[in-house]
């Protein structure tokens, strides 16, 4: 008998311990790196704010993130060594379910590396020598079994220029290869590494982070990044948790206005699938009571999109918001979702780039210009039968739900004033008649606070997805490129010797193009972008910088995917490509 309660006793207590370790919550562990590079030997420019973004990261993640463990490595602690070390002992003491989060703040650069895809490695800098680059960090991270870690980096990709009240987070120029008039860099902004890590950058790929000095006095992505992790400002669905979506939204909207005021662009970017990373706040979500929503009196037409192809951008995953992410119900808290589209009003048009073609009416392939074989004869098409210009239908929910949607059709000046972007929206011909170019707004109201999954639909084209944070009786704006199916588009800019310095009025022309009879040529905008909007999909495209001669342009052919947006950022090393 006492054998047999002996027996009970003990199972009693493995029952109990067992209940115990199930009921341990994950950790939230956290290692910052920060270094104004004074005193460094390797001739690194010094910053001045790099390590006070650290210490605000630090104090932050203790008291709204309840992390229960952040290392901090400041000035000449920020060296490849410590970064190792620190990697290696989150992984030895961090399992899949702790959420881990690194930070570094400081200059990032570029380095040449013949095996990388374009010929070039992101890196970050240390304090001196050796540099980490990317494809090193990524080495590293691998051992971290985690599958809640964010890597946020405050920096630049490449050079920058100081200048008053500001600094960039970037040394040196993007280099370029001898004998090279310049190099063509490709979606540097879709991650090559870091599978199953999240990326937050502080800025776009061809883009430099700044740090401001006087009443921010931080770095401006730090700056907003530490302000989204109070719940008061980034719980954008009120349930008690900040996730990495919602402090990423609520801070990228900020900084690329901030910016703004310092005649500066600085867009910060995600990376990788962050849906359900709770990184401030409570553990566990607790989603408030749910209220009625709005009533759609006029539910939207259904239109005949194509079936659902590549993501539309190769950066985004393809379901933006993934299903770990704590749900949005209508809290009371509401705002307005703007969705500024490349999608053409007419069915029947096909967009150009080159103003001085137009599209065949019968084949949308066949480009029609000055040396086209496909050109009208005079006379021709007199006879066809009259039909009318037809406009697309457009649909676009939002979480899975309608909600009252005003859809506007506007030109090229008026995408402009809406978005702030350049982007030609070329001709189309209707019955002999050459027609500009509309495009779609969709206005989404009486939406829920929190981050969303908005779906559109359009008549010939893919179904495309967008991630979209809502915050109270704000309006969420978002430039939402797409391309007819089966053809991609070229988001393009010119950049003389760093990202500070574009190009405006460069000549680029194309002397290939698939399935298009003209050479496409374009003029850089004012702030040295260019685009070409529904290209046929193809694998041989090729740019050139220089019309009248055949310069050496490195990394210059490229492939246009259908759904797909190309990003190209030219780099050249003079400022006319015929200077010696």
């Given at each position: 008998?006492?054998?047999?309660?002996?027996?009970?006793?003990?199972?009693?207590?493995?029952?109990?311990?067992?209940?115990?370790?199930?009921?341990?919550?994950?950790?939230?562990?956290?290692?910052?790196?920060?270094?104004?590079?004074?005193?460094?030997?390797?001739?690194?420019?010094?910053?001045?704010?790099?390590?006070?973004?650290?210490?605000?990261?630090?104090?932050?993640?203790?008291?709204?993130?309840?992390f229960?463990?952040?290392?901090?490595?400041?000035?000449?602690?920020v060296?490849?060594n410590?970064?190792?070390?620190?990697?290696?002992?989150?992984?030895?003491?961090?399992?899949?379910?702790?959420?881990?989060?690194?930070?570094?703040?400081?200059?990032?650069?570029?380095q040449?590396?013949?095996?990388?895809?374009?010929?070039?490695?992101?890196?970050?800098?240390?304090?001196?020598?050796?540099?980490?680059s990317?494809?090193?960090?990524?080495?590293?991270?691998?051992?971290?079994?985690?599958?809640?870690?964010?890597?946020?980096?405050?920096?630049?990709?490449?050079?920058?220029?100081?200048?008053q009240?500001?600094?960039?987070?970037?040394?040196?120029?993007v280099?370029?290869?001898?004998?090279?008039?310049?190099?063509?860099?490709?979606?540097?902004?879709?991650?090559r590494?870091?599978?199953?890590?999240?990326?937050?950058?502080?800025?776009?790929?061809?883009?430099?982070?700044?740090?401001?000095?006087?009443?921010?006095?931080?770095?401006?992505?730090?700056?907003?990044?530490?302000?989204?992790?109070?719940?008061?400002?980034?719980?954008?669905?009120?349930?008690?948790?900040?996730?990495?979506?919602?402090?990423?939204?609520?801070?990228?909207?900020?900084?690329t206005?901030?910016?703004?005021?310092?005649n500066?662009k600085?867009?910060?970017?995600?990376?990788?699938?962050?849906?359900?990373?709770?990184?401030?706040?409570?553990?566990k979500?607790?989603?408030?009571?749910?209220?009625?929503?709005?009533?759609?009196?006029?539910?939207?037409?259904?239109?005949?999109?194509?079936?659902?192809?590549?993501?539309?951008?190769?950066?985004?995953?393809?379901?933006?918001v993934?299903?770990?992410?704590?749900?949005?119900?209508?809290h009371?808290?509401?705002?307005?979702?703007?969705?500024?589209?490349?999608?053409?009003?007419?069915?029947?048009a096909?967009?150009?780039?080159?103003?001085?073609?137009?599209?065949?009416?019968?084949?949308?392939?066949?480009?029609?210009?000055?040396?086209?074989?496909?050109?009208?004869?005079?006379?021709?098409?007199?006879?066809?039968?009259?039909?009318?210009?037809?406009?697309?239908?457009?649909?676009?929910?939002?979480?899975?739900?309608?909600?009252?949607?005003?859809?506007?059709?506007?030109?090229e000046?008026?995408?402009?004033?809406?978005?702030?972007?350049?982007?030609?929206l070329?001709?189309?011909?209707?019955?002999?008649?050459?027609?500009?170019?509309?495009?779609?707004?969709?206005?989404?109201?009486?939406?829920?606070?929190?981050?969303?999954?908005v779906?559109?639909?359009?008549?010939?084209?893919?179904?495309?997805?967008?991630?979209?944070?809502?915050?109270?009786?704000?309006?969420?704006?978002?430039?939402?490129?797409?391309?007819?199916?089966?053809?991609?588009?070229?988001?393009?800019?010119?950049?003389?010797?760093?990202?500070?310095?574009?190009?405006?009025?460069?000549?680029?022309?194309?002397?290939?193009?698939?399935?298009?009879?003209?050479?496409?040529?374009?003029?850089?905008?004012?702030?040295?972008?260019?685009?070409?909007?529904?290209?046929?999909?193809?694998?041989?495209?090729?740019?050139?910088?220089?019309?009248?001669?055949?310069?050496?342009?490195?990394?210059?052919?490229?492939?246009?995917?259908?759904?797909?947006?190309?990003?190209?950022?030219?780099?050249?090393?003079?400022?006319?490509?015929?200077?010696?």
């Amino acid at each position: 008998m006492d054998s047999m309660l002996t027996k009970l006793r003990w199972l009693v207590m493995v029952v109990g311990l067992f209940a115990a370790l199930g009921s341990v919550q994950a950790k939230r562990v956290a290692v910052l790196f920060g270094s104004n590079y004074t005193g460094n030997s390797a001739g690194i420019p010094p910053l001045e704010l790099c390590e006070k973004d650290a210490a605000l990261m630090e104090k932050t993640l203790k008291s709204h993130g309840r992390f229960d463990d952040v290392k901090v490595y400041l000035g000449r602690m920020v060296t490849a060594n410590n970064v190792e070390k620190a990697i290696e002992e989150v992984a030895n003491e961090t399992d899949e379910d702790d959420t881990v989060v690194f930070y570094f703040s400081g200059h990032g650069t570029y380095q040449r590396n013949k095996d990388a895809p374009d010929g070039l490695d992101n890196v970050i800098v240390m304090f001196n020598r050796p540099h980490i680059s990317e494809l090193q960090l990524n080495e590293w991270l691998e051992e971290v079994e985690s599958t809640k870690t964010v890597f946020v980096f405050d920096c630049c990709h490449a050079g920058g220029i100081g200048r008053q009240n500001k600094k960039q987070r970037g040394t040196g120029d993007v280099p370029v290869g001898d004998g090279s008039s310049g190099i063509v860099l490709q979606n540097r902004n879709a991650s090559r590494y870091f599978d199953n890590k999240v990326v937050v950058a502080s800025s776009d790929a061809n883009e430099t982070s700044i740090e401001i000095r006087g009443g921010i006095n931080q770095g401006i992505f730090t700056y907003y990044f530490a302000q989204s992790l109070n719940p008061a400002n980034g719980d954008l669905n009120k349930d008690r948790t900040v996730t990495i979506f919602e402090a990423f939204e609520w801070t990228s909207k900020r900084v690329t206005s901030s910016a703004k005021q310092y005649n500066h662009k600085q867009t910060p970017q995600l990376i990788g699938d962050g849906s359900g990373i709770q990184i401030a706040g409570e553990f566990k979500p607790s989603p408030p009571a749910p209220q009625p929503g709005p009533e759609v009196v006029d539910p939207q037409p259904n239109p005949n999109p194509s079936p659902v192809g590549p993501p539309p951008n190769p950066v985004d995953p393809v379901d933006p918001v993934g299903p770990t992410e704590p749900e949005v119900v209508n809290h009371g808290e509401q705002g307005q979702i703007v969705l500024a589209t490349t999608i053409l009003k007419s069915k029947y048009a096909v967009s150009s780039m080159n103003p001085n073609d137009i599209i065949g009416e019968n084949d949308p392939h066949k480009i029609i210009g000055e040396t086209s074989p496909y050109k009208r004869k005079p006379g021709e098409g007199q006879n066809r039968e009259k039909r009318k210009d037809e406009d697309r239908l457009v649909k676009a929910t939002v979480s899975g739900e309608e909600f009252p949607v005003k859809l506007q059709w506007v030109n090229e000046y008026q995408l402009r004033q809406i978005t702030g972007e350049q982007i030609p929206l070329g001709v189309y011909s209707f019955q002999g008649v050459v027609k500009r170019n509309q495009v779609a707004i969709i206005t989404i109201s009486k939406v829920p606070a929190g981050v969303h999954e908005v779906i559109i639909e359009a008549d010939g084209y893919p179904v495309l997805k967008r991630r979209v944070g809502v915050e109270k009786n704000q309006v969420s704006k978002e430039l939402v490129v797409a391309s007819i199916t089966g053809r991609g588009s070229i988001e393009g800019k010119v950049f003389y010797k760093n990202f500070e310095q574009p190009m405006a009025g460069h000549e680029i022309w194309m002397p290939t193009v698939t399935g298009v009879n003209q050479i496409h040529k374009f003029k850089t905008l004012s702030d040295g972008s260019f685009w070409f909007l529904n290209l046929p999909a193809s694998a041989n495209y090729q740019l050139m910088v220089s019309f009248l001669e055949n310069s050496p342009i490195e990394n210059n052919r490229f492939e246009v995917r259908p759904g797909g947006i190309t990003k190209l950022d030219v780099v050249l090393n003079r400022k006319s490509v015929r200077d010696r």
